[in-house]
């Protein structure tokens, strides 16, 4: 279905990246654009996991939805990075990790469902583990402050995106590992 609750929420999110990105131009002091940054991000990851929750408690999955979803995950994600490497907060080289992981996987699983053997690329407990560390690290770098008066969330963004960075090699090469047999099987 086009237009119901869960694809509402995914929407939601694509709508959402403009003004996240918008918001680093605002003339607001830069801790002000931290926050509401990082605020509406939060509420966009957790949009995440309620869509999907919702599509299948509500009996609304679709193809369009299951489509949708993991494309809206992918841009929020690659926005974000890009942001957050224009203000230095996170390395070249670890976004062009992340968002090149992100482009090789959707091919793979693009592929894998054309020669019929997208079970072998079906999400993995690594990539959750890979988005949950990714998802927090981000968040942490948009912040960019003091939390509670003990954390620096830069520093504590900087170790959680390279532990992204780690689990986002090692879950395409896992993926990788999965597709092996069905692409050997393919092309021979």
């Known amino acids: 279905m086009f237009l119901n ?17 918008g918001m680093f131009y605002l003339p ?8 509401a940054a990082s605020c509406l991000f939060i509420a966009m990851a957790i949009t995440d996991w309620a869509d999907g929750w919702l599509a299948r408690r509500l009996n609304q999955t679709s193809a369009f939805g ?3 979803d993991p494309v809206a995950d992918k841009i929020l994600v690659c926005a974000s990075l890009l942001i957050l490497l224009q203000l230095h907060r996170v390395s070249a080289l670890v976004a062009l990790v992340i968002i090149g992981r992100e482009i090789a996987i959707s091919a793979l699983r693009e592929w894998m469902a054309q020669i019929g053997a997208s079970r072998s ?3 993995h407990m690594l990539g959750k583990l890979k ?3 990714q998802m927090g690290a ?3 770098l948009l912040y960019d402050g003091e939390l509670f008066g003990l ?3 830069r520093t504590a963004g900087t170790v ?8 986002t090699v090692w879950s395409m090469v896992y993926y990788l590992q999965k597709a092996l047999p069905a692409i050997r099987a393919k092309v021979s």
Not at 28 to 35: E, I, R
């Open 5 to 21: 609750l869960p694809t509402m929420l995914t929407w939601a999110r694509i709508v959402s990246i403009p003004v996240i990105v």
């Open 28 to 35: 607001w002091p830069m801790a002000q654009v931290n926050l």
């Open 66 to 68: 299951a489509f949708l």
């Open 121 to 123: 690329v079906a999400v």
């Open 131 to 133: 988005t949950a560390a």
């Open 138 to 140: 981000i968040v942490l």
């Open 151 to 153: 954390i620096h969330t």
């Open 160 to 167: 959680l995106i390279y532990i992204a960075a780690a689990l």
